[in-house]
């Protein structure tokens, strides 16, 4: 019995037949079933192959199947329609064949705008870090920069490829400007490290004069000459850090020997001096005694012996110099203050200056004493009592006048 549809049929043997213009085209035999399932079977062959279609239309269409996929689909679709092995309408595969590459076009030209896009964005994110690289080729931050370059071309290896020329051209601009920093950099360290020896040979010929100036026992000397040693030190270029570390140590081992013997040296001296300073003290406070003076001659005499003791004493501690010889100083002037106050009274000129001062301010206060008189007869109250004022003043003065010329002579 013979099964069909509108597409084909199934004859007693299991034989497939599809329907076509030049007659039936027979896809083989079904033998594990009746008619029914024969066509059944071949049937949802193409209700498959439809589904399978209609859903990479819908994937294409939201940008989501990949173009090798549709192509394979394409090509099964064509060899089916050559050589069916469905029962179905086969101008729907024809349909949708033209559909698929009408969409594969658009996901072409699509996926061609996103190239053309993602090569743009590549080439003005490679621009911008040529530019980047360019700015950067005359920083001296070289540790920095450095690292920067290192980071910038870290960004350029992650970036998609871009025209061929283009990126060569933006390669060699990066490479260029890099290269640049790198030189100078080179250049920069060669220079420091240059300055570093030379500074390390000028320092060991410092320790050198360090060493020898470190068995002196010249201490003011050799203490300026260890001074002047520090200041050149300083003038100088550091040297590489663990050998500056070394160099720094050497010269600082004969400085702090010398100052340690210098300083011992001191400390047995002090001790000794310190003695003097008991015996000035006990001198300063018998000078001291001495004020206020009294008779100034057997001051003298006094200051003359103690003054005398006290060069044969010797030196104090040098942190006490000043305040002990303060305290005999004190004296000693009061003793030539007084001398020289005495001497002074008794000079002849100075006398005379007096009692000339004296007799002016006499003359002045006659003369002042008529004006009042005649004042007082005009009856001019106004100069009288101007007059009395300047009589009372000239009367101070005279009375201080008279005063120093008693104690001269």
Excluded: C
Excluded at 203 to 217: C, F, M, N, V
Aim: hydrophobic fraction near 40%.
């Amino acid at each position: 019995m013979t099964v069909s549809n509108e597409y084909g049929h199934v004859d007693e043997d299991g034989n497939v037949f599809l329907n076509s213009a030049e007659g039936p085209v027979k896809l083989g035999q079904y033998t594990i079933g009746d008619a029914d399932a024969a066509l059944a079977f071949f049937t949802k062959r193409f209700d498959d192959l439809v589904a399978e279609v209609e859903l990479t239309i819908a994937r294409l269409t939201d940008g989501k199947a990949s173009v090798e996929s549709v192509k394979a689909l394409m090509d099964r679709i064509a060899k089916t329609i050559e050589s069916p092995n469905l029962l179905g309408n086969l101008s729907v595969l024809t349909d949708h064949t033209v559909k698929l590459t009408e969409l594969l076009e658009e996901q072409k030209k699509k996926a061609a705008e996103a190239k053309a896009q993602a090569k743009a964005a590549a080439s003005a994110a490679r621009e911008a870090l040529v530019a980047e690289a360019e700015a950067l080729s005359n920083s001296t931050a070289w540790k920095i920069t450095g690292e920067k370059y290192k980071e910038l071309l870290d960004k350029w290896k992650s970036l998609p490829n871009v025209d061929r020329g283009v990126e060569q051209e933006l390669w060699k601009r990066f490479s260029s400007a890099r290269s640049v920093f790198d030189k100078a950099r080179r250049t920069h360290f060669a220079a420091l490290d240059a300055a570093r020896t030379e500074a390390s040979g000028a320092k060991r010929a410092l320790i050198e004069k360090a060493a020898e100036l470190a068995e002196s026992t010249e201490w003011a000397a050799t203490t300026t000459a260890f001074k002047k040693l520090m200041d050149d030190w300083k003038s100088l270029a550091r040297a590489g850090k663990s050998e500056e570390e070394k160099l720094w140590s050497e010269f600082k081992a004969a400085q702090d020997k010398f100052f340690t013997t210098r300083n011992s040296a001191n400390d047995a001296r002090d001790e000794e001096l310190t003695k003097n300073l008991v015996a000035k003290q006990e001198l300063a406070v018998q000078a001291e005694a001495l004020l206020p003076i009294k008779d100034l001659e057997a001051a003298k005499v006094a200051l003359r012996d103690i003054a005398s003791k006290w060069e044969s004493i010797g030196h104090v501690p040098r942190n006490d110099k000043e305040r002990i010889e303060r305290r005999l100083k004190k004296v000693e002037d009061e003793v030539r203050s007084m001398q020289e106050e005495i001497w002074r009274r008794s000079k002849p000129e100075v006398i005379d200056r007096a009692n000339i001062l004296v007799t002016s301010f006499e003359a002045s206060i006659t003369k002042l004493e008529k004006l009042l008189a005649n004042a007082e007869k005009s009856g001019d109250s106004a100069a009288v009592t101007k007059l009395q004022g300047q009589i009372e003043q000239a009367q101070a003065l005279l009375d201080a006048a008279r005063s120093g010329a008693s104690q001269l002579g």
